[in-house]
DNA sequence: CACAATATATCGGAAGACGTCATATCGTTC
DNA sequence: GAACGATATGACGTCTTCCGATATATTGTG
């Protein structure tokens, strides 16, 4: 639906806020975010599981394995205190990002 | 300000946009762009140049050079009746992710 | 005469999204 | 019981776009 140049950078605050909520795995992850956008908004999971790990590398997320026999296992990951930092960070960058672009677009004249 | 990943894919709608306003040189949309976000979103001239070459490979914008000696000579611009199609295809599509991202964050519950 | 601003342009690097392939389990359909 | 879709994780290579560096050229300021 989208363009994957537009959807860069968005990605990160995504996990970062779902995570914040509760503790997920990437799957799971992947499906929030076609739920709650509706199926408008899908990430591959070839982008969804480098993402995580680059988190979680990032100490913004803590991943830990869950082993369910015979099921496969899932790697849940839960928000760090760092992570909860960065994600209000990256929600002003977010708003401000968005107010910017629409300045542009259509700019308070005078 | 804004990280190169969250800035990508979206100057084609800027500079469409800008264009479809008035007839404007590479040099020159980048000045708007600063300006009209007073100084917090910037393209470089490294972006820029290639990005108008490629909307006008597209046939989405028209290029003319300006010469007036002894000063440099300019490239204006000028969006085509494509170019304001896309534009348009674009506008919407902006807003609706931008209120997609929003719905991920914070889901109309129930 | 050095420097900033104006103006256009190319090159290589970085980063993220994606398609494809691989692996594995479970439930449904044929 | 074979085929298929959903669930689940992961690697590899490609594409696009943004950016720093570099080059060229003119005008005005200090």
Redesign the interface.
């Known amino acids: 639906m ?9 990605l990160d ?2 996990v970062l ?2 995570c914040s909520e509760e503790d997920l795995h990437g799957y799971g992850i992947g499906k ?2 076609e739920e ?3 199926g ?2 899908v990430f591959r999971v070839s982008t969804l599981y480098p993402t995580l790990k680059r988190l979680e590398e990032k100490k913004l997320l803590a991943g830990r394995w869950v082993e369910r026999p015979p099921e496969r296992r899932r790697r849940y990951y839960k928000i760090t205190a760092r992570g909860r930092r960065e994600l209000e960070q990256q ?1 002003d ?2 708003s ?3 107010s ?2 629409t ?3 259509a ?1 308070r004249n005078a």
């Open positions: 989208f363009s994957p140049e537009l959807k860069k950078g968005s605050l995504l806020a779902l929030r975010i709650r956008s509706e408008r908004l929600r960058l977010w401000h990002y968005v910017t672009i300045s542009v677009l700019p």
